[in-house]
């Protein structure tokens, strides 16, 4: 265990030993604008989404020798893997007169199309996996154009602990490993480039972003608004938090750590213990359940919309058919009666309020310091003081 985990699993159990609750150092507030304002989204969108490494995928999402369209960012994007085993990100238009070579929105979570070449639906110019325009039907009739120029726009695009980073405009390549920073080590303990899909959840609600992600840094909520679905199983708000620079990561309480604490040797005996949680700034959630992990993706269509794209990450030995009631159970528990029903709905019905006037602040408890601080990295990020490098 990395000794970063150690540590937070140390102030766990000390936490439960002394009954007291980490909390931050004071409390804070969040200018309601800040979910409302069309200028700030607009600042999110070139600052945040228009600059930072955003997870696009599961690793095991793109498999060698397929593509898988991604447009969650606004722009189309398709990631594809060469027999080189690199993932690449393009942009999903055609060079000729600008068609979606891979079908994007549909009614189902997009899925990775198994293929050898990228071919135009159009007119069947058709691309490598690697972006080079490889054939042009009547190729003798366009004049005077280089073939090599008509290569695919590639995005940057990199891959570390089992997750596929892209930047939605082209430019410098980066680091995956680097921008994860100390959170890739504790990913990799957990296992999650190992995990493979079950199922993948892709909806629009009418709520900003934002306030779906605030749900899930704190755990504060948990007493009240899940009182009949999962709070039986957690300890009250007892949390432990950890930075890796503008990423998050905590160790939500089970009350199983109440009951009986032994130092955790591998994860399924740590999920006994707590949830942890990570997030991966600035919209992309980890939560490793008992015995799969959920992948969440909150993507920003508009100020009034969050794109929710949950992916279900089983471990591979237990893919089999006898598996499947259980996952099915499962997933229907936390994704409808949890994620959907209590936290992605209270979500909309702060949205339905905010711009009633009754608050220009939100309050934020010395419990909901992690809530703050993703608020003031966000700052930092459209302020020009905080970068993904
Ligand atoms: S638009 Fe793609 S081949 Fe014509
Ligand atoms: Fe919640």
Not at 173 to 202: N, P, Y
Request: with cysteine; proline share 7%.
């Amino acid at each position: 265990m990395p000794a970063t985990l150690a540590d937070m699993v140390r102030r766990l159990d000390q936490a439960r030993v002394t009954q007291t609750r980490e909390e931050g150092e004071e409390s804070g507030t969040v200018p309601v604008g800040h979910y409302t304002d069309h200028q700030h989204w607009q600042q999110e969108q070139a600052a945040l989404f228009g600059q930072w490494p955003i997870v696009a995928a599961h690793s095991s999402e793109v498999p060698i020798g397929s593509a898988l369209p991604f447009d969650s960012l606004g722009v189309p994007i398709v990631l594809t893997r060469a027999a080189d085993g690199r993932v690449r990100a393009f942009l999903n238009v055609c060079r000729h007169r600008g068609m979606a070579l891979v079908a994007g929105s549909g009614p189902e979570p997009a899925k990775a199309k198994p293929c050898k070449a990228l071919v135009c639906p159009y007119h069947a110019w058709t691309y490598e996996l690697d972006g080079r325009l490889r054939h042009r039907l009547h190729a003798e009739t366009f004049d005077g154009i280089e073939p090599a120029t008509l290569n695919l726009v590639e995005l940057p695009c990199d891959e570390a602990s089992g997750l596929v980073l892209v930047k939605r405009s082209p430019g410098a390549a980066f680091s995956a490993e680097a921008f994860l920073q100390g959170l890739g080590a504790h990913l990799d303990w957990m296992g999650l480039a190992r995990m493979t899909v079950f199922r993948k959840v892709d909806k629009v609600y009418d709520a900003n972003w934002k306030l779906t992600v605030d749900a899930f840094l704190e755990g504060y909520h948990i007493r009240v608004l899940h009182r009949d679905t999962i709070y039986p199983f957690f300890a009250d708000a007892y949390t432990v938090n950890l930075h890796a620079g503008p990423h998050q990561d905590s160790l939500v309480a089970r009350r199983t750590a109440f009951e009986a604490f032994e130092p955790p040797q591998d994860r399924e005996a740590l999920c006994k213990l707590a949830t942890p949680t990570q997030l991966v700034f600035p919209n992309t959630f980890l939560i490793w359940h008992p015995d799969y992990v959920s992948l969440i993706g909150m993507f920003s269509p508009a100020p009034d919309q969050v794109r929710w794209v949950h992916t279900m990450l089983i471990p591979p030995d237990r893919t089999g058919d006898d598996w499947t009631p259980h996952w099915e159970k499962t997933f229907q528990l936390i994704e409808q009666n949890v994620f959907q029903q209590e936290d992605i709905a209270t979500a909309v019905a702060i949205h339905r309020g905010l711009s009633s006037g009754a608050n220009t602040h939100f309050h934020l408890g010395r419990l909901e310091h992690e809530v703050l601080r993703f608020h003031r990295n966000i700052d930092d990020a459209l302020g020009g003081r905080l970068g993904p490098a």
